[in-house]
């Protein structure tokens, strides 16, 4: 396929025109920055119509398959118009699981019958899809999943749980990782993956507050819940290879991520635009020489973490620990950011006590910013377990 | 442009210095060192100018390599990285400050003669320790031909070394860079300074009775870019000392055993490892950062960079430093421990041309305010 300048220079205003003209009035409630934060039907219902428009206007899945319900195009396409999306700060997407993990792991491996099933659900946000891999025991450790299923005819049985489902609650399937053997060779290889459907009777996902008083997580109970065996993705034993999979999805290659906004990312930009409004004793808080000395000092390390990429595509300066860079990526941004979160409350004088109502700085999103950042530094290992990670694996430091 | 460039010259030039620096300055290399008056075995230095280094910046009509201060940084970061000590640093200055603002008769003078081994140095701080390069005391008469000195320039480097040191005096009421020879020096106009840095030469040099002729007042009065260079070739140096002191870090946690354990298992000490080897590959990036957009023409881009990449490293190092005497325990509070030798070289850079505090307050203006 052969894309002319020309025709990407049209796209790009193109998606930029639709974006300014369609980006959602404010909806009257504060919105999730992810989908992991999705905790009432109004924000879900929200989110979901905005997916659903962005899809029938063509601005997802641009370079899936075109008879799966994709847009057949290049992907050069979808990345400017993604671009878009984040230029005019419009709501993220929110069935995320579908659209980069499940979606790009049907297309690569799934039958013609499952793509038929489910892409254009996943596209259009009709399927939401959730993820089932952590267990309450075992937070960082998949591959100590013990949420059981036991072959019986042409189902499985599933017994046990999976915690932190965001949108479980709303979901139509689950990638679900669960133990088909306790008879194997490694813990890895009695390990099944399925396309599990949560309508089945014995799936029960229930709602965790979180610290910020809001819902968005699951814990969901299985108790002898049947999901079709025609559900599996792989082979019996094969759920680790395929869970692992699905957590490396690349951008760009054939059958890649549908793209659009995942997120609303806070940026440091966000945080000394705030200091310029908000007041400190009276002054804007950007005029106090404390709040400019910390600023440049966030503005430095945010500028550092997205140096990073770039360092790392100069091998002959990764010398001395040269995986230094790629093992600490979610340590960097994640404890950056909840200290942003937690500088940008303390420019706010005495609002500062405040909490999401119409009274506090920008309805008081920062203090529930702040809250949810400890997501970034707690999930996927926590911040301390990361530090152990690294000296270990990367400074070679022995374990305790 | 893009964000990070590493050119072939700069790989090649990072192998070199890397070997280099490995063989001519191990630690016990570096504590002899001390012990003597220079701060580079004559020796090393003629290889220095053999393998080219101190031509680097130097165009090629002056005998140097015509390449850019981009290049020396993976020599300085190698430098410091070993605890090098050598006039390299203020001699690449010098030079610097020549090529900039100085005159085609300086130029032709001098270059040729720092790109073949000649040591430079530079005079610029004074006795109140002001960062302001242009806030000086020191003044320059100029009567007839002449112009006559006074006042007192402390932390010139290598002084005793150096065939020419740019001096920076008021004349005729703004800051302007006069050249000073060797043999226009009185006896005595050089003191010794200690400083806790050990492997630095540093004077004071005493300017009263120094009278030079006219014409060895720079054209060109460029303080920005005498900065700029400076605090670029100060981070290099530190980035290099991150990793250097990391080593010596490692090295002990893994082979000392406390509660019959080797200490970098517990996690009390494992942990600020972690953040110092972050903050070194910070370091890194910032200065590469910050060599890669010198090329540019961007000059709010360049300086944010580079006072940007002072303040981090500057913070980054003194706090390993400090941490590598901690982690070292009863052994970290003698001489002997290397960790010392990395924490002073830490203060010593944190100290010249601005701290942290110093350089993000000067990145208030060029980072917050909107530009009118």
């Known amino acids: 396929m052969t894309t002319t300048q020309a025709e990407l220079k049209e796209f790009e205003e193109q998606a930029d025109r639709w974006f300014l003209e369609n980006k959602p009035a404010n909806p009257g409630f504060i919105l999730p920055e992810t989908f992991m934060e999705v905790g009432t039907d109004s924000q879900f219902e929200f989110l979901r119509d905005w997916q659903n428009k962005v899809y029938e206007n063509g601005y997802v899945g641009m370079a899936w398959p075109k008879e799966y319900g994709g847009g057949g195009v290049d992907q050069v396409f979808q990345d400017i118009a993604t671009k878009a999306m984040a230029k005019h700060r419009v709501p993220f997407l929110p069935n995320t699981i579908g659209l980069n993990w499940a979606g790009p792991l049907i297309l690569m491996m799934g039958s013609d019958a499952d793509k038929a099933k489910y892409i254009k659900g996943i596209l259009s946000a009709e399927d939401i899809w959730c993820q089932g891999f952590s267990e309450p025991d075992h937070g960082s450790d998949l591959g100590s999943a013990q949420c059981k299923a036991v072959k019986d005819g042409d189902e499985y049985v599933v017994n046990g749980s999976k915690i932190w489902t965001s949108l479980g609650s709303y979901a139509k399937y689950m990638i679900l990782l669960a133990r088909t053997s306790q008879q194997s060779s490694s813990k890895y290889a009695g390990l099944s993956f399925f396309l599990a459907p949560m309508q089945a009777e014995g799936i029960e996902p229930r709602p965790i507050k979180k610290l910020t008083g809001e819902y968005g997580f699951c814990q969901t109970f299985f108790n002898d819940a049947r999901i079709p065996a025609s559900s599996m993705m792989g082979n019996e034993g094969e759920g680790w290879k395929v869970a692992m999979a699905t957590l490396t999805f690349e951008r760009g290659a054939a059958g890649g991520q549908a793209g659009g906004l995942a997120m609303m990312d806070l940026t440091i930009d966000d945080i000394v635009e705030l200091a310029r409004r908000a007041k400190r004793n009276g002054r804007p808080a950007i005029e106090d020489p404390h709040v400019r000395n910390e600023l440049v000092d966030l503005i430095t390390e945010s500028k550092n973490n997205s140096l990073m990429a770039a360092r790392a595509k100069v091998p002959a300066l990764a010398t001395d620990w040269p995986t230094a860079i790629s093992m600490s990526g979610k340590l960097r941004s994640s404890e950056l950011k909840r200290r942003m979160c937690q500088f940008a409350i303390s420019l706010q004088g005495a609002n500062g006590a405040r909490y999401v109502s119409k009274d506090a700085v920008d309805g008081g999103m920062w203090q529930r910013s702040y809250l949810n950042a400890f997501s970034g530094t707690i999930g996927g290992g926590t911040t301390q377990i990361q530090h152990n990670i690294i000296g270990e694996r990367v400074l070679g430091l022995p374990k305790g | ?372």
Request: with cysteine; net charge negative.
């Open chain 2, 1 to 372: 442009m893009a964000t990070i460039e590493f050119t072939e010259e700069q790989t090649m030039l990072l192998e070199t210095a890397v070997d280099f620096c490995r063989k001519n300055s191990p630690l016990d290399g570096v504590r002899r060192q001390i012990e003597l008056d220079d701060s580079v075995d004559a020796g090393i230095w003629s290889e220095m100018a053999d393998l080219g280094w101190l031509g680097i910046t130097i165009p090629e009509q002056y005998g140097g390599l015509g390449l850019s201060l981009a290049d020396v940084v993976p020599i300085v970061e190698s430098m410091g990285r070993h605890l090098m000590g050598s006039p390299y640093v203020p001699t690449v200055l010098a030079a610097n400050a020549l090529v900039v603002s100085g005159s085609e008769a300086q130029k032709n003078h001098w270059l040729p003669q720092i790109a073949a081994g000649a040591v430079a140095s530079m005079a610029l701080t004074e006795e109140d320790g002001n960062w302001r390069l242009q806030e000086i005391q020191s003044q320059g008469v100029i009567s007839g031909d002449a112009v006559s000195l006074s006042g007192k320039k402390c932390f010139v480097l290598d002084a005793p070394k150096a065939g020419v040191i740019v001096v920076s005096a008021m004349i005729d009421g703004a800051p302007r860079l006069v050249l000073v020879q060797a043999d226009q020096l009185p006896t005595n106009a050089l003191t010794r300074e200690t400083v806790i840095d050990e492997t630095r030469r540093s004077y004071t040099l005493n300017l009263e009775g120094i009278t030079v002729p006219a014409v060895q007042v720079l054209d060109g009065a460029d303080f920005a870019s005498i900065e700029q260079a400076a605090l670029l070739l100060l981070t290099a140096e530190m980035a290099g000392g991150l990793a250097g002191v990391l080593h010596v870090i490692v090295d002990y946690l893994t082979t000392r055993k406390q509660f019959d354990q080797y200490i970098g298992s517990y996690q009390s000490l494992k942990h600020p490892s972690v953040q110092i080897l972050l903050s070194m590959e910070a370091c890194r990036s910032h200065l590469y950062h910050a060599a890669t957009l010198l090329a540019g023409e961007d000059a709010n881009a360049i300086e944010s960079a580079i006072r940007m990449a002072k303040a981090q490293g500057s913070e980054a190092f003194a706090f390993a430093g400090d941490r590598a005497v901690q982690f070292h325990g009863g052994f970290g509070f003698t001489y002997d421990c290397d960790a010392q030798l990395f924490l002073r070289r830490a203060l010593w850079c944190q100290y010249q041309f601005g701290d942290a505090a110093y350089h993000r307050a000067l990145l208030g203006p060029l980072l917050l305010d909107e530009v009118s």
